[in-house]
Antibody, heavy 118, light 107 residues
């Protein structure tokens, strides 16, 4: 069974940092692209970032470029999102998801809530 | 960046109704279009990928079509479990972008 489990969310002050983790199991993590997607309370889905199987290719949404960094540890089967210089508008549930090789996300985690507030 | 525009933003329908949701891209995205369903408090679920391919396990009452800039999701006979919000997403080029969503509720 494919499982993605996010962790690392919480309350952080504006300007602070947080690192999210996504532990993967049940599929060949080392071969798959992965995504981060977020959803602010009561709002729609926003794609944040993606990374290829060996971590050499990364893309970001303009809203997080230069502040967020996606990475992965294939030995640990874990995806990461390092978030720096956090702003109130970064408050959201953050989901990790697996790419299905067509750019769609076929498996999702349960999400982890990040709240940026003083 | 490619902008994705969904219409309508919401609709009311009855069980067994045929429901059509549209999605328009601001530029040609070939067939790199995916559809998701999301229920409150839950992660999104992939329904359709590459415009018209049905994700494994998704009922056949869901179908997708289109290419270029105009796409459609059809639910042929709405079921009680289909009341949810639906999103399109382009995967043609980064940054990948979602439409604003279409909320389907009970008439």
């Amino acid at each position: 069974e494919v499982q993605l489990v996010e962790s690392g969310g919480g309350l952080v002050q504006p300007g602070g940092s947080l690192r999210l983790s996504c532990a993967a199991s049940g599929f060949t993590f080392i071969t798959d692209w992965m995504h981060w997607v977020r959803q602010a309370p009561g709002k729609g889905l926003v794609w944040i970032s993606k990374i290829n199987s060996d971590g050499t290719t990364r893309d970001y949404a303009d809203s997080v470029k230069g502040r967020f960094t996606i990475s992965r540890d294939n030995a640990k089967r874990t995806l990461y999102l390092q978030m720096n210089s956090l702003r109130a508008e970064d408050t959201a549930v953050y989901y990790c998801a697996r790419d299905n090789s067509y750019g769609g996300a076929d498996y999702w985690g349960q999400g982890t809530l990040v709240a940026v507030s003083s | 960046d490619i902008q994705m525009t969904q219409s309508p933003s919401s609709l009311s329908a009855s069980v067994r109704d045929r429901v059509t949701i549209s999605c328009r891209a601001s530029q040609n995205i070939n067939k790199y279009l995916n559809w998701y369903q999301q229920k409150p408090g839950k992660a999104p679920k992939l329904l359709i990928y590459a415009s018209s391919s049905l994700q494994s396990g998704v009922p056949s009452r869901f179908s997708g079509s289109g290419s270029g800039t105009d796409f459609t999701l059809i639910i042929s006979s709405l079921q009680p479990e289909d009341f949810a919000t639906y999103y399109c997403q382009q995967s043609y080029s980064a940054p990948l972008t979602f439409g604003g969503g279409t909320k389907v509720d009970i008439k």
